[in-house]
Nanobody, 113 residues
Framework: QVQLVESGGGLVQPGGSLRHFCAASGSVFSNNALGWYRQAPGKQRELVAS???????VYADSVKSQFTISRDNAKNTVYLQMNSLKPDDTAIYYC???????WGQGTQVTVSS
């Protein structure tokens, strides 16, 4: 069993930045790909960034050059750096271990002035 615990959401003004953290328990972290999803009000959950076990990254077109996903296997942690935030980025953000149905609890990001 793997637990994913997120932190780092909050309220930020347009143009601001936030960094999400997702810490995993268990010994399978370093061998697995992880992803960050988001779900905005009234919309489906979407995958915005993913990172493989060897740190190959993929981004949704909507966040390319704006978000950066990274990982630290020594800390069992995956990160999502979000820059130049816009009101459209308002959503609940979730981390997930992609090969399994392991999800973080979700953290709210609100971009508003």
């Amino acid at each position: 069993q793997v637990q994913l615990v997120e932190s780092g959401g909050g309220l930020v003004q347009p143009g601001g930045s936030l960094r999400h953290f997702c810490a995993a328990s268990g010994s399978v972290f370093s061998n697995n790909a992880l992803g960050w999803y988001r779900q905005a009000p009234g919309k489906q959950r979407e995958l915005v960034a993913s990172i493989t076990a060897v740190s190959t990254t993929v981004y949704a077109d909507s966040v390319k050059s704006q978000f950066t996903i990274s990982r630290d296997n020594a800390k069992n942690t995956v990160y999502l750096q979000m820059n130049s935030l816009k009101p459209d980025d308002t959503a609940i953000y979730y981390c997930k271990m992609l090969a399994y149905n392991y999800w973080g609890q979700g953290t709210q990001v609100t971009v508003s002035s």
